[in-house]
């Protein structure tokens, strides 16, 4: 399978996309960062972002999007830059049918490292590893991305299970309710 992580940011937004194979093994593809100047419109921050997403997904072809979720930042402002941002991206992968999902920092630092309070230079340190790359991704933003398809390919797998074994199992409650109904019902109907 192969993923295209994204570590949205109007200022920088790391793209990486990774392939999954056997196990638990991985290979990059192509990594880099899209960089738009501060001092410009919003709009055409956004539509620089837009545009390289949409070229990655046309060259790359992954079959998901995995995109690190914003969680609460001290700065509204920078959360909601890398809101927009992440929306941008979530939008070019839902107009090619892609599944997209949302990560969080601790969850992706977790299946990359086996901590979820590791610290970027950790992050950077196993991506390159698990990887095999000949050095680091940088700047960070590289590094996340690749960590988040890096995640998404080893975490999608149990997460899609779980929720089909939820939904066999609401269907199971569903017909049981229903199989009560009309128990109670019979019984009713039999008491008179």
């Not at 100047?37 to 055409?44: M, N, V």
């Not at 830059?81 to 939008?91: I, N």
């Amino acid at each position: 399978m192969r993923v295209l992580g994204v570590d949205p940011g109007l200022t920088r937004c790391g793209l990486g996309v990774v392939d999954g194979g056997s196990g638990r093994a991985v290979s990059c593809v192509a990594v880099d960062v899209v960089r738009t100047p501060a001092d410009a419109a919003l709009a055409s921050r956004l539509l620089r972002i837009a545009d390289a997403v949409e070229e990655w997904l046309d060259r790359y072809r992954p079959e998901a999007v995995a995109v690190e979720r914003v969680f609460s930042q001290h700065n509204v402002r920078t959360a909601m830059g890398t809101a927009q941002a992440g929306g941008v991206v979530a939008l070019g992968a839902a107009r090619r049918g892609l599944p997209v999902v949302f990560h969080t920092p601790s969850e992706m630092k977790a299946a990359v490292t086996g901590s979820g309070r590791a610290d970027k230079a950790q992050v950077t340190d196993m991506v390159t590893r698990l990887l095999g790359l000949p050095e680091k991704p940088s700047p960070a933003d590289a590094a996340d991305a690749l960590g988040l398809a890096i995640c998404h390919l080893w975490r999608e797998p149990m997460r899609a299970r779980l929720a089909e074994a939820e939904a066999r199992a609401a269907e199971l409650a569903k017909k049981h309710r229903a199989r009560l109904a009309a128990a109670a019902k019979q019984a009713k109907g039999a008491a008179r």
